[in-house]
């Protein structure tokens, strides 16, 4: 069974820097790319980052490019973002998923339960 | 970047009838589409990809179609279940990957 369970949310003062964590299980984690997606309260879906599934290519949306840093780590089945210089805006329920292929054109097939990350002085 | 638009907002469906939910996407896609249900303090779950493929245990119940710039979702007959919001993504031309702002489907 694919689990991803995230952490590493909580409440930031704007300027501040969060680091979350998703750790896998139940499928070969080495072998997918891996997503963050983010829903802010009342909100739809955005996506955040991709990256493929050995960590050498990582993308990001307009919205955190040069804030955010995706990683991974295959030996740990865990995937990271590092979130520096944050926003209010950034408020939100914070999704790790996984990518249905190694590289691009990925749809999201499993998903954790999210972790919130508030924004505010 | 592709811009996803669903239509309705809200759809009122009474329980066993069917529904129908749209999405059409501002270039062509080659049925890099999926849709994907969220209930209330959930995480979304895969529904559809490649337009009309259902994922995995998802009932029968669930289509996709479409092609180009229109797609469609459509639910047979309404399970009490059913009742949530429903987001379509194009991954086809990407970054970014992007969403409709969803269709919130109620019951009448």
């Known amino acids: 069974e694919v689990q991803l369970s995230e952490s590493g949310g909580g409440m930031v003062q704007p300027g501040g820097s969060l680091r979350l964590s998703c750790a896998a299980s139940?499928?070969?984690?080495?072998?997918?790319?891996m997503n963050w997606v983010r829903q802010a309260p009342g909100k739809g879906l955005e996506w955040v980052s991709v990256?493929?599934?050995?960590?050498?290519?990582?993308y990001y949306a307009d919205s955190v490019k040069g804030r955010f840093t995706i990683s991974r780590d295959n030996s740990k089945n865990t995937l990271y973002l590092q979130m520096n210089s944050l926003r209010a805006e950034d408020t939100a329920a914070y999704y790790c998923?996984?990518?249905?292929?190694?590289?691009?054109?990925?749809?999201?097939?499993?998903w954790g339960q999210g972790t919130l990350v508030t924004v505010s002085s | 970047e592709i811009v996803m638009t669903q239509s309705p907002a809200t759809l009122s469906v009474s329980p066993g009838e069917r529904a129908t939910l749209s999405c059409r996407a501002s270039?062509?896609?080659?049925?890099?589409l999926a849709w994907y249900q969220q209930k209330p303090g959930q995480a979304p779950r895969l529904l559809i990809y490649?337009?009309?493929t259902r994922a995995t245990g998802v009932p029968a119940r669930f289509s996709g179609s479409g092609s180009g710039t229109e797609f469609t979702l459509t639910i047979s007959s309404l399970q009490s279940e059913d009742f949530a919001v429903y987001y379509c993504?194009?991954?086809?031309?990407?970054?970014?990957?992007?969403f409709g702002q969803g269709t919130k489907l109620e019951i009448k």
């Open positions: 998923a996984k990518g249905s292929t190694t590289d691009g054109y990925n749809c999201f097939d499993y």
């Open positions: 270039q062509t896609l080659s049925r890099n």
């Open positions: 139940g499928f070969t984690f080495s072998a997918y790319a």
């Open positions: 490649g337009a009309s």
């Open positions: 990256v493929n599934h050995s960590g050498v290519r990582t």
């Open positions: 993504q194009q991954y086809d031309n990407w970054p970014p990957y992007t």
